[in-house]
């Protein structure tokens, strides 16, 4: 009798690497890391990781829209001292300082820090040591203000940077408005940085507001925005097409214009957050049948119910916001503390109003009585498309050590929107010698640079120290090497993975 045959062996299985999944799969592991700078840390860790990033624009709209904008810091007024959430998770000295000293003066500069006021809703304050001109710079913007050197005589000159559409690579733009105390007329000029050249609207004499106003306006998308407490409303300049149009308060919030914030939710809409007695309102800036827009009532949260989980106090006690700071694409930025406790914590907070969920940012043991302004991350431009010549270097299969972060910063289009605004101004036209007389002189605006440079200069290696060191200590550790690295990453990964096959 014939001896059987042994069946055949199976063949052997190729273990399934990290770097086979698809690009497909890839974003979906991505969209469950838990920020941005996990996001940064992964698109450079190697060319496939990267492509899968910057190739899929719908990829980035759903991170976008999953994850807050990351708080690398918190500046206080009037000095811009920092509070960094990052310190909270790191052992590491340099990351609580990496903000340090940012208005020091130097006595070589024609600027220094005006004393009254350093800083001052987003804005640092400089005054000529020689003119005693005084101008208002927002970094995060970046906006400049000049304000006139006779008040009530000169006009204020405004200049703003219009964030670009970084999807469809649109041109960045600056919006310079002239105007005068009263604004009882006002000009709008546009620098586009495709044409790079400014292009100035006629002259609107019909009076906007009714009497004099020195707030500093916010840029919100495309809109920037005033707000005349003493009139209750908001002026707001359409950047589409330039018009200014006047955005009455709704009744309820007249008289209260510290307790709000104007920002966009997620599908870009105009929107204002308000805080009274203890629920979050947001208004949306609708139009009627007729085309006339009013901020209609959009939703309501009640806060004490919100963030019972992450105080632990009881939903009795009478929680308050200590600061409305911020509201970008849908997301507001807060903090919480209970009125009645004069020693109670102070819990920084981020908040989706799509989803009514809420993430604890970091927690403060002592309230901070003071106005903070919050520093916030913005999408990296090396992550939306691959071309030759990108700021960010990936060499082999693997970022460079000094890839998401140490990149090459161009000059701000600010800067040369300044640079040229004189010029677009001679051209034999008397209407323009107002703006003319109230804008800085050629050693003034040079000086100015420099020390807007610096300004910028130290933020940008605080940012880098923050977002190398501190930003996510498990995941961006430098000083383990390329191969350490690399195996928490897979890590990280694998559980990333793994809630995605289990859900």
Not at 117 to 140: A, C, K, M, W
Not at 354 to 364: H, I, Q, Y
Not at 438 to 443: P, S
């Amino acid at each position: 009798m014939a001896s059987q045959q042994p069946p055949p062996s199976p063949p052997l299985s190729v273990p399934t690497t990290i770097g086979a999944l698809t690009d497909d799969l890839l974003r979906e592991v991505f969209l469950r890391l838990p920020d941005l700078p996990s996001l940064v840390c992964a698109a450079f860790t190697c060319r496939p990781f990267l492509h899968a990033v910057r190739s899929s624009p719908p990829f980035r709209r759903r991170f976008r829209a999953l994850h807050a904008p990351p708080l690398l810091a918190l500046f206080r007024e009037p000095d811009m001292s920092a509070i960094v959430p990052a310190a909270s998770r790191s052992s590491d000295p340099a990351i609580a300082g990496a903000f340090a000293d940012l208005l020091r003066d130097d006595d070589a500069s024609e600027w220094r820090t005006y004393s009254q006021i350093p800083y001052s809703d987003g804005f640092v304050q400089f005054v000529n040591r020689s003119t005693e001109l005084v101008v208002s710079y927002n970094p995060h913007m970046p906006s400049l203000a000049i304000f006139p050197k006779k008040p009530h005589d000169e006009p204020y000159l405004e200049f703003h940077t219009l964030p670009p559409d970084q999807e469809h690579q649109s041109p960045s733009r600056v919006v310079c408005v002239r105007h005068d105390c009263s604004w009882a007329c006002a000009r709008v000029a546009v620098f586009s940085s495709h044409a790079m050249k400014w292009q100035i609207f006629p002259e609107s004499r019909k009076p906007l507001l009714q009497g004099d106003m020195h707030t500093i306006c916010t840029v919100v998308d495309r809109f920037v925005c005033w707000l005349d407490p003493g009139e209750d409303c908001i002026l707001a300049l359409n950047t589409a097409t330039f018009q200014f149009c006047r955005m009455d308060l709704p009744a309820s919030l007249r008289g209260s214009y510290s307790r709000f914030k104007i920002g966009q939710i997620k599908d870009g809409r105009l929107c204002m957050v308000n805080v009274q007695e203890c629920t979050l309102s947001v208004w949306l800036w609708t139009p009627d049948n007729l085309g006339v827009g009013r901020f209609v009532l959009h939703k309501m949260f009640p806060l004490h119910t919100i963030v019972k989980e992450i105080t632990k106090r009881p939903v009795e006690d009478n929680v308050d916001v200590g600061d409305l700071m911020e509201v970008i694409s849908g997301f507001v930025y807060l903090s919480v503390v209970y009125s009645r406790d004069r020693q109670s914590s102070e819990w920084f907070l981020s908040f989706c109003l799509e989803t009514a969920e809420v993430n604890l940012l970091f927690k403060e043991t002592r309230r901070s009585y003071c106005p903070v302004d919050p520093y916030i991350m913005v999408w990296p431009p090396s992550l939306i498309h691959n071309k030759e010549g990108s700021e960010t270097e990936v060499t082999g299969d693997s970022a460079g050590a000094d890839g998401p972060v140490h990149t090459k910063e161009a000059s701000p289009v600010l800067f040369t929107a300044l640079q040229s605004f004189k010029e677009a101004l001679i051209d034999g036209d008397g209407t323009k010698i107002a703006e003319m007389e109230a804008f800085l002189l050629d050693a003034e605006l040079g000086s100015l640079l420099n020390r807007i440079t610096t300004l910028d200069v130290a933020l940008a290696a605080g940012r880098d120290r923050v977002l190398r060191i501190g930003a996510r200590p498990d995941i961006c550790r430098e000083e383990m090497g390329r191969e350490g690295w690399w195996q928490m990453f897979k890590e990280v990964l694998w559980r990333a993975s793994s809630r995605l096959f289990a859900s």
